[in-house]
């Protein structure tokens, strides 16, 4: 993964815990440095093996931990660095999930090693919505809660994630969220 | 439904084939790959328009829109806003702006009139940057961009290069953060070192210089074989701490990026003269080879090159025993705007390196590597920070040994060129003045070191090849060895052991060895003093301080005389005031030739017992005078006065110590040896008023009269104490010349 998760997860902590907490973490992560460069790729345990620690050195579940990423990813990192990106991406988060893999796409073209997830958005009646999640890589289906959680307060909509249903795939991770929104 | 390749029926459009179709369809085609349309009538009004553009432009609006006057063009240029002025740059890049409508186009104009239509067609996108640069905020969103436009994707990058160079500015905060932390660390480790250093040397020193007064004493024994080994451990001890300090503080030097001009002729003369001294005294010679004359200056780390070379040629000395040691420097490749590549050798005749043992040569603490070497210890860090600073200068090291013959070391270093406006690094020693005025073997035997090393260093400045003993006993062994290996004699008289009378007299009994010169080197140049010399069998006395024109009137009947030297030599004019103020002179003594002698026929004041009480001792005599420094910075260089003077100032709270405990204790034989060596001490380093009183201190207690007390000590305490503020005055002062 890119840099700018690992810098992401880094300030996450920081902000919340300071960085007493995070150079714990990094201890016990076993990552011998945290210069991250945003663009720079780096190797994907690199990331496992940080948000592990997080976990462990918060003693949560990894699933909680990731959960809390992904809001936080959507609420500070994207917010604060990519914020004309995101305006462009949708003004409310139904257009916003229809245009990802199109923002994808364009992130495809300068970040060559670039590995985007693929959301399928179905609009079904009476506000509910289902989101298809495919990925190359495994085990970021929490990650991707926290994303919904934290675009839905950006985009000031309330949003009830009925069920999280996992798919059969042959590679990587397929995860099916029904969500009703407000 | 573009492209190149020509249908039936195609309407041209720079260089694009567009296959004739219903115009609506091509409106629809076009809307299709750009959101930015617009038909433009041949009036240059704006009469169709995609529905982004139809929002910011309103066709039946107020009234009717000249495209091209509406929108203000920064591209293409020139560019008047008409229909003409526009036709002309088909093909070309518009970027257009207006400031009333926050909005902004790209595109290009494309001319269809063989559709039969008249005017102009522009074909676009929002122009992006513009707007985000101009506007509070962008109302556009990513289906206002046509997939193939790669604005969205430079908005995505300009994001993370932003990111990126936040991200290199706080790593370069820490860089430097950490370069404070790493300076502050280093600098606080300086001061811990120079302060172990102060506090180990000191006690150090004290227990070598009392193991050598022991020595004064007759040990016998396992005594004998106790106090020898004490001082040899003690002298080892001191070289490790010295040498281990040294190295520390040293490797500080490979992180600094310190970047000096220099001359390789210097840098090389300098190496040579730091190391002369220890193979002054080893009888080693040691000489320059390879190329002379670099015309260039270089510029490069000039602490690092001075330390590689310095740990070859004191290995070089250190592993030794006879031969010559050279070091050189030729020229191997060179690349005329940018520098030289430099090999630098350094060669001995000593013992030599076994093939197996050449391999672990530059490790760390690699010690005795061969049977030859492996009683002489070291710290075995000298070639593994030889290695290390070689890397760091960017070259590398070679070496080539045969036991029993010697070792070469070769270091091949590139050296860049300095800029001409460069000023040159000063040498950190004056490189003194090289006479080679004589030529031929000169034996030294004084049992003080620092008198040999001084001495021998005046001696070797005049050419000759000087050979140490330091003692009457050795001086004896060394020439029954070979005594054609001696072509004159200079000794100390008064040394413990066998005398330097005692010891004359031996030499001219061994066959071969009757007419080898002797001068006898002492403090009193008096007459009874040149009485014992003439029975000894010696051709004359030296007094000392040992100078120059004594020297050179010595030698000229007894060794080979490169005399192209003026006889009046650079120092005549201080050696002439000296003596007219001292009223003395040298003239010869008796038929044995040049005898040297500063005594008047009459005996002078100063070497006149004196009755310790006087009360005009030493009141008419300056507290310092700066001649001889100035001398011995001439004839010496002040790196190797430094280290006399710092051998000078450790050994004399010793000595003096000594001195006053034998006053106390009436000891008259030890006041007149320390007095003696503390009297020619003081006066060899201009400490005049305090030597003045030593000397007077020797000649009361010789006299056999009254001792002196020690009521007198605080007045020659208050002299050596001026004296030596002084002296250190004055060697800072040399330092900064």
Not at chain 2, 46 to 69: H, Q
Not at chain 2, 116 to 143: H, K, Q, R, Y
Not at chain 2, 570 to 580: E, I, S, Y
């Amino acid at each position: 993964m890119y840099g700018v998760i690992n810098k992401s997860l880094r300030d996450m902590v920081v902000e919340q815990f300071g960085d007493g907490k995070w150079q714990e973490v990094l201890l016990r992560s076993g990552v011998p440095d945290d210069s991250f460069l945003a663009m720079q790729s780096y190797d994907d345990d690199i990331t496992y093996s940080l948000a592990q620690a997080c976990a462990d050195e918060m003693d949560i579940d990894l699933s909680d931990a990731l959960r809390a990423f992904g809001v936080h990813w959507v609420e500070n990192t994207v917010a604060r660095q990519y914020e004309s990106l995101l305006q462009a991406a949708g003004s409310d988060m139904l257009s916003f999930l229809r245009n990802l893999n199109n923002l994808h796409d364009r992130i495809s073209s300068t970040f060559l090693n670039y590995r985007p997830p693929n959301f399928r958005v179905h609009e079904g009646n009476e506000n509910n919505v289902e989101i298809l999640y495919l990925s190359e890589r495994i085990g970021l289906t929490p990650f991707v809660e926290g994303l919904l959680q934290g675009l839905a307060q950006r985009f000031n909509q309330s949003m009830e994630i009925l069920e999280i249903e996992p798919q059969a795939v042959n590679a990587g991770e397929k995860t099916l969220f029904k969500v009703r929104m407000g | 439904m573009l492209g190149k390749k020509r249908s039936s029926k195609c309407v041209w459009v720079r260089g694009w084939f567009f296959p004739v179709i219903k115009l609506d369809q091509f409106w629809d085609e076009l809307q299709g790959l750009f959101t930015v349309v617009g038909q433009i009538d041949s009036e240059g009004v704006l009469v169709r328009a995609s529905p982004l553009l139809a929002e910011k432009c309103p066709i039946d609006g107020a009234g009717p829109i000249k495209f091209f006057e509406h929108f203000k063009f920064k591209r293409p240029t020139p560019f008047d806003g008409s229909l003409v002025s526009a036709r002309g740059a088909i093909g070309e890049l518009f970027l257009g702006f207006s400031e009333d409508l926050g909005f902004a186009i790209r595109g290009q104009v494309m001319d269809y009139t063989e559709m039969g239509l008249d005017g102009l067609c522009f074909v676009g996108v929002p122009w992006l940057w513009w707007i985000e640069g101009n506007t509070a905020s962008s109302t556009l969103t990513m289906s206002d961009f046509p997939v193939h436009d790669v604005q969205m994707d430079q908005l995505f990058f300009m994001s993370t290069q932003q990111s990126m160079v936040e991200d290199l500015q706080a790593l370069n905060v820490q860089l430097k953060s950490a370069k404070q932390d790493v300076e502050r660390a280093n600098d606080a480790r300086q001061k811990y070192f120079h302060h172990v250093s102060h506090e180990m040397r000191t006690p150090l020193n004290g227990v070598i210089s009392a193991l050598s007064l022991m020595s004064d004493f007759k040990l016998e024994g396992k005594l004998l074989e106790y106090s020898e080994l004490a001082s040899k451990s003690a002298d080892r001890l001191l070289e490790v701490v010295n040498f281990t300090l040294e190295t520390a503080s040293l490797e500080s030097h490979v992180s600094q990026a310190e970047s000096s001009t220099f001359r390789l002729d210097d840098l090389i003369d300098e190496c040579l003269m730091l190391a002369r001294p220890r193979a002054l005294e080893k009888g080693l010679e040691l000489g320059r080879s390879g190329e002379r004359g670099f015309m260039k200056n270089y510029r490069g780390r000039l602490k690092l090159l001075r330390q590689v070379l310095g740990n070859l040629l004191s290995n070089a000395v250190k592993f030794s025993h006879s031969g010559a040691i050279t070091l050189g420097a030729s020229m191997l490749d060179s690349n005329d705007s940018q520098g030289d590549m430099i090999e630098f050798f350094v060669s001995d005749q000593g013992p030599g390196i076994p093939a197996d043992a050449i391999e672990k040569l530059f490790e760390p603490f690699a010690t005795g590597l061969s049977a030859a070497t492996e009683h002489m210890q070291g710290t075995g860090l000298g070639l593994s920070i030889v290695e290390r600073f070689v890397e760091a200068l960017g070259g590398e090291v070679i070496v080539e040994s045969s036991v029993g013959e010697g070792t070469i070391f070769c270091l091949k270093i590139p050296l860049s060129f300095a800029p001409k406006d460069a000023v040159l690094e000063s040498t950190r020693v004056a490189i003194p003045q090289q006479i080679d005025e004589f030529s031929g073997a000169v034996l030294l035997v004084d049992d003080n070191q620092f008198k040999r090393q001084l001495n021998g260093k005046v001696l070797e400045s005049m050419g000759c090849n000087v050979a140490i003993a330091d003692s009457g006993e050795k001086a004896v062994a060394l020439i029954e060895s070979n005594p054609k290996a001696v072509d004159l004699v200079i000794m100390t008289v008064e040394m413990s052991g066998l005398s330097g009378f005692d010891a004359a007299q031996r030499i001219l009994d061994i066959p071969g060895a009757e007419n080898i010169p002797m001068f006898g080197l002492t403090a009193h140049c008096g007459s009874s003093e040149r009485l014992k010399a003439e029975h000894a069998g010696m051709t004359g006395v030296l007094g000392e301080p040992l100078l120059v024109d004594d020297l050179r009137n010595a030698f000229l009947p007894h060794l080979p005389s490169n005399s192209t030297v003026s006889e009046t030599g650079p120092t005549q004019h201080l050696v002439d005031k000296r003596r007219a103020d001292a009223g003395t002179g040298s003239e010869p003594l008796s038929n044995h030739g040049a005898m040297v002698d500063r005594e008047d026929p009459n005996m002078s004041e100063n070497d006149k017992p004196l009755a310790f009480g006087d009360d005009n001792m030493a009141q008419d005599v300056v507290a310092f005078d700066r001649e001889p420094i100035d001398r011995l910075v001439r004839e010496v260089g002040i790196v190797v006065l430094d280290t006399l003077v710092d051998k000078f100032l450790g050994e004399s709270t010793d000595r003096w110590e000594s001195l006053r405990k034998a006053m106390a204790d009436e000891e008259k034989n030890i006041i007149i040896r320390e007095a003696h060596t503390l009297g020619s001490a003081c006066l060899t380093f201009g400490l005049a008023a305090a030597g003045g009183s030593f000397r007077k201190v020797e000649a009361s207690a010789l006299a056999g009269g009254v001792l002196p007390v020690a009521d007198q000590l605080p007045a020659i305490s208050e002299q050596l104490g001026l004296g030596i503020r002084e002296l250190k005055h004055l060697l800072s002062e040399q330092r900064l010349k």
